[in-house]
């Protein structure tokens, strides 16, 4: 099959939220799914939509486990960046759905700096690499632990693995 050269385009967030949340599986690009939306023919043979089997869900966030990755980095603030731009692309649509989580007085995730920004004084908003959220990062440890607790609980990640990625940070 001849290579097939590769376009960039921009897109707003509304409209790439739509597209990552109509991801069906991991690994899934982004012209697959809009192929699919608009009822393209499909250029490849696409996978079965039927829900990864157990032990798939995770995958993205095991590798980095088992390679040490943040292990490696020396801020706890560093892990958790790196703990959510991975759980974003293990599963967009769930991480999606899941970053609604809040505190008491905080929300912890937005669309913007600036969201953040007017949502407290002290919350220094980081962007998740790979994906179009920001985090407050100016929190102590033991709630980054929680963030990351809730937030992989209601992606459906397994109870082990959650508490394996929340103690590495």
């Not at 109509?22 to 079965?48: C, Y």
């Not at 939509?49 to 390679?67: F, I, K, S």
């Not at 007085?105 to 908003?125: C, H, M, Q, V, W």
């Not at 100016?138 to 990351?148: E, L, Q």
Request: net charge positive; hydrophobic share 40%.
């Amino acid at each position: 099959m001849p290579e097939k050269m590769m376009k960039t385009i921009e897109v707003d967030e509304e409209l790439y939220r739509y597209i990552a949340s109509n991801t069906r599986h991991i690994g899934e690009s982004a012209s697959d799914i809009l192929r699919r939306l608009l009822k393209l023919e499909s250029q490849k043979t696409e996978p079965s939509a039927e829900p990864a089997p157990a032990g798939v869900q995770g995958e993205g966030v095991r590798r980095m486990l088992d390679a040490g990755t943040l292990a490696a980095q020396d801020s706890a603030i560093e892990r958790f960046m790196t703990i959510l731009s991975v759980l974003y692309r293990d599963n967009p649509a769930a991480f999606a759905q899941a970053s609604d989580i809040k505190g008491r007085k905080r929300i912890y995730f937005a669309d913007s700096e600036a969201a953040l920004l007017a949502a407290g004084n002290t919350t220094k908003p980081r962007a998740i690499d790979g994906s179009p959220y920001w985090v407050i990062t100016n929190t102590n440890t033991g709630r980054k632990r929680n963030i990351v607790t809730q937030l992989m609980a209601a992606m459906g990640y397994a109870h082990g693995l959650i508490e394996r990625v929340s103690q590495s940070i």
